[in-house]
C-alpha cells in the first residue's frame, strides 16, 4: 500500500478538498481499496465522507488506534456501507471502494493523546503491519501546523504533497519573474 499525506501548515489552503479528490481518482481507477486517514482534528475529512459529527465514532478512531487499543480492521469504517449512509444510500456508491480511520474526536484529546511522548511512527506501523492486503492506497488529511498528529501523518507516507492555495500559486510565479 502506497501512502501518501497532504500538507501545509497553514489552515485553509485545500488539504482536506484535495485528500478527497485524490482518493476519489484513485478509488475509481479499480487497482484497489482507499483508506482515508483523517489526521486533522478538526474531522473536516470525517464529517464530509460520513455525514456524521466525530464524536459518532469514540470508540475506534485514529487516537485509539494510535495508542493500541484497537487495530487498522477495527478502526475502519466502510464508506460504502449503506447502513453507515441509511439517510441517503446514493452516498454509499460515491465512497465506493473507500475506508476511513476518523479523527480523535476533539484538539484537547489529541494533545493529552500525542503531547510530546508519541512515537511518530504511532501510525506508520499499524499501517504497515495490520492493514488488510486489498488497500492499495492511504491518503492522509493532516490539519494544520507542526504538531503531533501533522507529523505521525507524514512520518506514516511514502509521499508528502504539499496543497497551497491559489494566490500561492502567483506568488511563485511572480518569484521566478525576479
Known amino acids: 500500500m502506497k501512502t501518501l499525506s497532504m500538507l501545509n501548515l497553514k489552515g485553509g ?3 482536506t478538498v484535495s485528500a478527497v479528490g485524490l482518493a476519489k481518482a484513485l478509488a475509481d481507477l479499480g487497482r484497489g481499496r482507499v483508506l482515508l486517514v483523517d489526521a486533522d482534528p478538526q474531522g473536516g475529512l470525517t464529517r464530509w465522507v460520513t455525514n456524521r459529527v466525530p464524536d459518532d465514532f469514540k470508540t475506534a478512531n485514529l487516537s485509539s488506534l494510535v495508542q493500541g487499543f484497537t487495530t487498522v480492521p477495527g478502526t475502519l469504517i466502510d464508506l460504502d456501507d449503506t447502513e453507515l449512509h441509511a439517510d441517503d444510500p446514493s452516498r454509499a456508491a460515491l465512497w465506493s471502494g473507500m475506508s476511513l480511520i476518523p479523527t480523535a474526536t476533539t484538539r484537547i484529546v489529541v494533545d493529552a493523546i500525542f503531547g510530546g511522548t508519541i512515537d511518530y511512527r ?3 506501523d ?3 503491519r495490520d492493514t488488510p492486503d ?5 491518503v492522509v488529511d493532516v ?3 507542526d504538531n503531533d498528529s501533522t507529523r505521525i501523518g507524514v512520518v506514516a507516507s511514502d509521499l508528502v504533497i504539499t496543497v497551497i492555495a491559489g494566490w500561492q500559486v502567483q506568488s511563485v510565479q511572480q518569484l521566478s519573474e525576479v
Not at 134 to 138: G, N, T, V
Request: glycine share 18%; hydrophobic share 35%.
Open 134 to 138: 486489498d488497500f492499495a492506497y492511504c
Open 126 to 128: 499499524p499501517l504497515e
Open 13 to 15: 489552503v485545500g488539504k
Open 122 to 124: 504511532a501510525l506508520r
Open 143 to 145: 490539519g494544520h501546523g
